[in-house]
């Protein structure tokens, strides 16, 4: 009865070059174990291609696409029948929003700011689709949510005050 | 970008003692986080990192459940329990304080708390139930980031069964002024309707309001539902099209605001999506198709930067316009666009340039000969991902004449390849091709024996198993069965001769089952070698218990004479004390079968191999057993799904409580109980557990088996046609010595100069692997001994066809042509036969040397011409040619009356109608279904538009919901020209949805040669199996408590008069077939059946104006799948 979208992103990972996760986002209900058997192998299979070969790879019945920015791998599995481009622009898109809002973003901002980068990324892929793809619209909502962390010290009845008015 | 991030690792630890971080970054290094991360770069070894994390959780987990805990506190604690987690270690104690984080915090903290349950919880998980109330209380709230959040953890996942509680309030949220609330609203639906698809078909108009939203944001979520629905029902979306073309139009004429801009171009998700939903929209509709061939167009002319995004909506397009109805201008632009994919030197554009090849290819062969070149340059890149794409490709046109050369590059790949999946996926596309194609009797074992080998143990279980099939019910020829079946037994010998310790045990177990079988048709074959060799399996101490059995069933029916039960005596011997009970049992067998002859003659006899066994899959026979057990006091059998049940419910939290926030309460009877309150019939100790368990799913295995060629795949040998596929096939074995030479003069080969030798070895590959795509544009290297031989096929069919399907010829000049062909070829095979060498290591008929190559001939340009497409026709602009074009096929693609070639048997029945389902220049093909008392059929009609009879149309089906089987004796017809060949097929479910679907594929060999295939599917509501099923309250009784799936909802009952309840079910009656078993006051019970044997149990209750619906079902999801039904005929009533 569970229906399929065709388009739906399974998961998301961002692992460094020494293959340690930085980020995981799972789409699809996986078990945990299911879950890190699959970065395991990915991060062993991805970390052993070599740099111009493709960035698409076939796993199991997925398609892997990765790009690598600096020292951090963001790996993305879609359907087999998905449009494997897209899809790398994706992780682009994401990594421009991460970059904006961190301002020339690194793998530190993503160690240390982890919950940061999940927010931004539940701002624009929301359930395996692309939510909402204007980067000035996604930094607005995460700054929104932010200014709450500013007046987070203000006593209460403040903070009810504040809306996205 | 990549060059803006430019910081690396290496600069951790001097940077971590910095305080004072560039950027807007603050880098907690002072926090416990930054402690823990600075701590873990220190270490050097995988255990201290371990020891460090366990202090950490430890530390966590005492504070978390402190209560001084302020949630200020939780919230860093819970970030740090997300890390732990990220680096692997599990911190489920954490979990429920997430969850209470998300409840009690102030929003900010709240923030995390969703985020760590997001995180932690995967959507099936049980605590998420207790989110339920959170959400609601935050959807709720005036703060706006509040309901943000709720409904960004609800469009991640949410339980199914809850959503009734939050609908009305998320509804709401469609008309929020704040296009962010909106937004997110639409994509929770969506989430809604991926998982409860009937719990949100009340809102479809609003789903409407979303796509005219004045936000383009909004606007563009709601695509994500269109496409969703699009793809499940087009037809009920066909008014929308003019609306996508017109959102499409203004987005490429960059309409939207400037921040929807992705490096200038303009919102590419979008336009995407829009391209997704045009292709579902005018796939096999003319007049839909016609509204979006402007801005198809508009859209590949816009997308000239050269940016991999443009590259993305580039390639969506081309696939939306071989998918919709074809235009020619617009497919020749397509196909241009494909080539600059291929041609591309960035390897992600050149690897999707080859996933569109493989995609068209089928439709249009004449592309794959244009990348010829490329392809084969692709087939030895060092990118396993290429490569594999590329065997693809390959796979798509292999036809009879080609398929040796692209199953050994299939084969050469499976040697090397390591990964599971693509061998068990590879294998089988090669045993498909080799049953599909195969050559000849020799090349077809080989090849198979080589799957068993590089398939081993993974691959599919329906390759052996068809394999045998096959050589145990032959084909027509007795002669060719015997062949086979020989070369096969002497291949096996042979095989098990070497080393058979290093083969497969699937392999073995073939090995074994021919050798049982067929080794007594090698006469002077002793029985006892045989013996012997499968003895020696027997000793072999990697043969696994399972291969034994066979081995042992195997013997079991060779042995005989002295000899033979002397070694079968000695098996004996050692298996009959074996611990394995089936091992012993076989060796049982051996012994006695062994010395009794009269009694083995009996059991194994030699000449009924093809007779089908009575199998009583219902196990009648032991109804005395089990009802002697049952009086001696055994517990009555309980299904599986049925016991593991009733464990998850001992085990499991309880589920009950959280029932009543739904807008179920007045459903709330006494819970496990029948609801008939009448009925509950206590003592069922000693019954049946239920229904339907008699048989339902028990259906021999043997019947799902793919009969992937049945008998007509490798009927190579029985017909003069496929004897020129045989000689065919020789062409490029023998291609590399013989092409350069004779064949090919550089006359001939205009578009190729010549080249170097490594080049020269390129082309000839490329010779043999795209042969039969044939087209003028084409090496003629390939094209030439080929397409003359199939003239000559076609010559010989030509007399038979037209005064066979006389009748059927409406137009003159249709006959007039193919005599004009006639007498054309007859004048080439006078002149210009030639002896032939290729084919003597084939056995062949004396009428082979009719289907000789000839030298050139016109004809040969004619027919190839002809498959390839109408319009080239006119490239060629010899007279004679023109004349002997078939008259134009004005009447393809306009809808024919099918209803008269239904089966007479299904004259009183009501069927659907007919609707066309796919078609090609050649076929069309429709269908529709007929509902039968106890069966549906699904009834599939094939017009063949050509002027050529189509000798062999194989047809496959299938489907994930539904078992496909085959009505009367072959799914294999003939499609004589202009006439109808029907085929039927009864479906049962398999797995209940709400709409079932079936996928076909229509192959065939048109008499020049190309093979075509055509790809449909079929679609039909779980409506059309459903059945009454006529059941006693007391019997209703007993099945309501044993079934185990249930659901229920609130509907809106139909009131016509003073009898509302009544009036509903007898709508429900009449639509959906049902069978009411009684009526009492307020309640009413009703029953029904699913093809086959799956029954539904409905309770429904009138109660304050609603009628609160229950069905319940052994089967999982059809209660579900019911309820949409019944949702939609009291909806559209």
């Known amino acids: 009865m569970y229906m399929q979208s065709i388009h739906l992103m399974q998961f998301m990972l961002l692992f460094s070059r020494q293959g340690k996760l930085r980020l995981q986002k799972w789409y699809v209900p996986l078990s945990d174990k299911e879950r890190k058997k699959i970065s395991r192998d990915l991060v062993q299979t991805i970390l052993a291609r070599k740099p111009k070969m493709c960035s698409f790879l076939e796993w199991r019945d997925l398609k892997i696409v990765y790009k690598r920015y600096a020292s951090l791998y963001f790996c993305c599995a879609v359907e087999d029948q998905d449009n494997e481009l897209i899809t790398l622009e994706i992780i682009h898109r994401y990594v421009e929003l991460l970059d904006k809002y961190f301002g020339s973003v690194c793998e530190l901002d993503i160690i240390f700011n982890f919950e940061k980068a999940y927010f931004i990324l539940d701002e624009f892929l929301l359930g395996g689709e692309a939510q909402e793809t204007s980067k000035k619209n996604v930094l607005k909502a995460i700054e929104q949510a932010d200014l709450l962390q500013e007046e987070a010290e203000a006593p209460r009845s403040v903070l009810e005050e504040i809306g996205l008015t | ?1133």
């Open chain 2, 1 to 1133: 970008m990549s060059d803006v991030v430019e910081k690396t690792l290496t600069a951790l630890p001097s940077l971590l003692s910095l305080d004072s971080h560039s950027g807007s970054t603050k880098l907690s290094s002072s926090s416990k986080l930054g402690n823990l991360i600075r701590g873990i770069t220190e270490l050097t070894s995988k255990h201290e990192e371990e020891k460090l994390i366990q202090r950490e959780l430890a530390s966590i987990k005492e504070q978390v459940s402190s209560p001084n805990t302020s949630m200020r506190q939780m919230k860093e604690l819970m970030v740090r329990a997300i890390y732990c987690e990220m680096l692997g270690y599990e911190a489920s104690f954490s979990y429920i304080h997430a969850i209470k984080l998300a409840q009690q915090g102030t929003a900010l903290e709240k923030r995390v708390g969703y985020l760590a349950v997001s995180l932690f919880l995967n959507e099936s998980h049980e605590l998420l139930l207790l989110l339920v109330n959170t959400v609601l209380k935050d959807l709720q709230s005036t703060n706006l980031i509040e309901v943000c959040m709720a409904l960004t953890v609800v469009s991640q996942m949410f339980p199914k069964d809850m959503i009734p509680a939050i609908l009305p309030l998320v509804e709401e949220k469609l008309t929020h002024p704040k296009e962010i609330i909106r937004r997110k609203a639409v994509l929770a639906l969506y989430k809604f309707y991926l998982i409860a698809p009937n719990q949100v078909q009340h809102i479809h108009n609003k789903f409407r309001k979303a796509l005219c939203d004045k936000d383009p944001g909004v606007m563009t979520a709601s695509l994500h539902i269109y496409l969703q629905m699009i793809q499940e029902n087009p037809e009920g979306y066909k008014d929308l099209t003019a609306s996508f073309v017109t959102i499409l139009k203004q987005v490429v004429a960059g309409k939207l605001p400037m921040d929807f801009n992705y490096h200038s171009v303009p919102a590419p998700w979008l336009q995407i999506q829009l391209l997704r939903i045009l292709a579902f929209l005018g796939k096999n509709d003319q007049s839909s198709s016609e509204i979006m061939y402007d801005i198809l167009e508009e859209s590949l002319r816009r997308a000239e930067i050269n940016h991999n995004i443009t590259y993305a909506i580039l390639y969506e397009c081309v696939k939306c316009i071989y998918t919709i109805h074809p235009k020619s201008e617009l497919l020749e632009k397509a196909a241009k666009c494909i080539g600059n994919f291929v041609l591309s030197t960035k390897i992600n554009l050149k690897y999707l340039g080859l996933k569109a090849l493989t995609y068209v290819v089928q439709q249009d062969p004449k592309l794959a000969l244009q990348h010829q070149v490329t392809i084969i340059e692709c087939l030895d890149h060092p990118d396993l991902i290429i490569k594999r794409e590329t065997l693809e490709l390959l796979f798509r046109i292999t036809n009879a004449q080609n398929v040796a050369v692209i199953v050994e590059k299939m084969l050469e790949f499976l040697r090397g390849n390591k990964d599971d999946y693509t061998t068990i996926d590879l294998v089988g596309k090669v045993a498909e091709l080799a049953e599909k194609y195969a050559p000849n009797n020799e090349w077809f074992i080989e090849t198979m024996s080589t799957v068993f080998s590089v398939g081993g143990d993974t691959m599919q279980p329906d390759i052996p198993n068809s394999f045998l099939k096959l050589l145990s019910e032959g084909f027509d020829s007795v002669e060719e069965d015997r062949k086979l079946k020989l070369f096969a037994v002497d291949s096996y010998v042979s095989l098990l001769q070497g080393e058979p310790g290093k083969l497969p045990q699937r392999f073995l177990q073939v090995i074994s089952w021919v050798l049982g079988e067929y080794s007594y048709l090698r006469g002077e074959l002793d029985a006892a070698t045989v013996l012997r060799l499968l003895a020696k399996l027997l000793d072999t101490k990697s043969t696994s218990s399972e291969t034994k059995s066979w081995v042992l069933m195997a013997m079991t029916k060779v042995c005989e004479g002295g000899v033979g039960v002397s070694v079968a005596q000695e098996v004996c011997e050692t298996y009959s004390s074996s611990l394995d009970t089936a091992l012993r049992q076989r060796a049982q067998e051996l012994q006695h079968l062994s010395q009794d002859r009269d009694l083995r003659a009996k059991v194994l006899p030699r000449e009924a191999g093809s007779e089908p066994l009575e199998v009583d899959s219902s196990l009648s026979f032991l109804d005395g057993f089990v009802s002697e057990a049952l009086a001696a006091g055994a517990a009555p059998y309980k299904p599986h799904h049925q016991r593991q049940e009733e464990l998850a419910q001992a085990k499991a939290l309880s589920m009950e409580p959280y029932g009543l926030p739904i807008s179920m309460s007045s459903c709330s009877i006494a819970d496990r109980q029948s609801p008939t309150l009448l009925s509950v019939s206590s003592g069922l100790s000693g019954d049946s557990p239920s229904l339907s368990q008699k048989g339902g799913s028990t259906t021999p295995k043997l019947d799902g088996v793919k009969r992937v060629w049945g008998r007509q795949g490798y009927l190579v040998q029985t017909e003069p046609v496929e004897e020129s596929d045989l000689v065919e096939v020789t062409g490029p074995l023998q291609s590399p010595n013989q092409q350069a030479g004779a064949d090919g003069p550089p006359s001939q080969t205009p578009t190729l100069k010549p080249t170097p030798q490594p080049e020269q070895e390129k082309q000839q590959l490329a010779s043999s692997l795209f042969v039969g795509l044939g087209s003028q544009s084409s090496l003629c290297l390939m094209g030439k001994p080929e397409a003359t031989t199939q003239r000559f096929r076609r010559k010989a069919k030509g007399p038979v066809l037209s005064s066979s399907t006389g009748e059927q010829i409406s137009n003159s000049s249709v006959s007039a042509s193919s005599m004009a062909n006639n007498l054309l070829c007859n004048d080439l095979l006078d002149s210009n036969i030639t002896s032939e060498t290729a084919a003597p290591s084939l056995e062949q008929t004396p009428q082979l040397s009719r289907d000789l190559p000839a030298a050139n001939g016109a004809c040969a340009v004619e027919s190839t011409d002809r498959d390839v497409k109408e319009n080239s026709a006119s490239l060629i602009g010899d007279n004679r040619l023109v004349a002997a074009d078939p008259a134009p096929r004005g009447d393809r693609g306009k809808l024919k009356d099918f209803s008269a070639h239904l089966p007479a048997e299904f004259s009183g029945l009501c069927h659907s109608d007919i609707s066309p389902l796919a078609s090609n220049q050649s076929l069309d093909v429709s269908a529709c279904h007929v509902q039968k008392e106890d069966s549906l059929v699904l009834v599939v009609f094939m017009y063949n538009s050509s002027d050529d009879a189509i000798p062999h149309i194989l047809l496959e089906l299938r489907s994930d919901e539904l078992e496909v089987s085959c009505e009367g004796d072959s799914p294999v017809e003939e499609a004589r020209s202009r006439s109808v060949a029907v085929c039927q097929y009864s479906l049962t479910v398999k797995k209940p949805s709400v709409h079932v679907e079936v996928a076909g594929t229509v192959s065939y060999q048109l008499p020049v040669g190309t093979s075509q295939s055509v790809q449909f599917s079929y679609k039909l509501p779980l409506t059309s199996f459903i059945r009454p099923l006529t059941v006693s309250t007391e019997e209703y009784g007993t099945m309501w408590l044993d079934f185990s799936h249930d659901t229920k909802q609130k509907l809106t009952p139909i009131c016509l008069g003073q009898e509302p309840l009544m009036d509903t079910l007898n709508v429900l009656k009449k639509k959906l077939k049902l069978h009411v078993v009684e009526i009492i006051g307020m309640e009413g019970i009703v029953a029904c059946r699913v093809l086959r044997d799956q029954p539904c149990l409905m309770h429904c209750r009138l109660h304050a104006g609603a009628l609160s619906v229950w069905l319940r079902s052994p089967v999982p999801d059809l209660p579900d799948c019911l309820m949409y039904h019944c949702q939609r005929a009291l909806q559209e009533h």
